[in-house]
Structures are given as C-alpha cells and as structure tokens.
C-alpha cells in the first residue's frame, strides 16, 4: 500500500510559477512510477506528466512540455511537479499517482492522491 499526499497548490497569475509536492508513506515508493494527472471542472482527468522508479525517464503533456518538470527525491518519498509559465488554462485540481504498470495512461495507476487545487488568474 502507498498513501499518497498533495502539497503546494493555489492562486497563482498567469505567467507565474507553483512547486507541486507529494510526499508517500511506505518503504517501497522508489519501486513506483509516479505520475501527476489533472482534472478541470466538467473534463474528464489528463496526463499530465510522470517520471520513472529511478528518475532517469520523465514524460510530459505537450500542453505543458518546456513549461512543467517532474522530479522525485527518493530519499524523501516524495515527487515535485514545478509549473512555471503557468496559463488559465492549467487550472485544475492536481493528483499524484504510482504506478508499476505504466507511465502515461490513467488506469495503469495502483495509488491516488486527494488532489490539491491550482487556479490560475488571467
């Protein structure tokens, strides 16, 4: 079982930047792909990145490729997702995800955040 924890999220301009935390419980996080989803009101939830156990392989959307980066700090059970440039349309509730079966897809993922809320001003 891993739990998972979303941190960092809020009111933020257009153009401006938000650090997206999630800390994990359990032993075995670094065994895990970790991902971060999206869901906007009235849309289903979106890929939004994800990186690999070891950190060697990220993927990203190509609505946020050269603006989002996803890190993981295995050490402290928890991956970053840094916004930068963000839009209006970024906005979103945000969930962090672990997975061992896959990287881009939703239902490959075992484990779910609650989400934490990101609003971006225009």
């Known amino acids: 079982q891993v739990q998972l924890v979303e941190s960092g999220g809020g009111l933020v301009q257009a153009g401006g930047s938000l650090r997206l935390s999630c800390a994990a419980s359990?032993?075995?996080?670094?065994?895990?792909?970790m991902g971060w989803f999206r869901q906007a009101p009235g849309k289903e939830r979106e890929f939004v990145a994800a990186i690999s156990w070891s950190g060697g392989s990220t993927y990203y959307a190509d609505s946020v490729k050269g603006r989002f980066t996803i890190s993981r700090d295995n050490a402290k059970n928890t991956v970053y997702l840094q916004m930068n440039s963000l839009k209006p349309e970024d906005t979103a509730v945000y969930y962090c995800?672990?997975?061992?079966?896959?990287?881009?897809?939703?239902?490959?993922?075992?484990?779910w955040g609650q989400g934490t809320q990101v609003t971006v001003s225009s």
């Open positions: 359990g032993r075995t996080f670094s065994s895990y792909a």
């Open positions: 995800a672990a997975s061992t079966r896959g990287y881009q897809i939703l239902y490959e993922y075992d484990y």
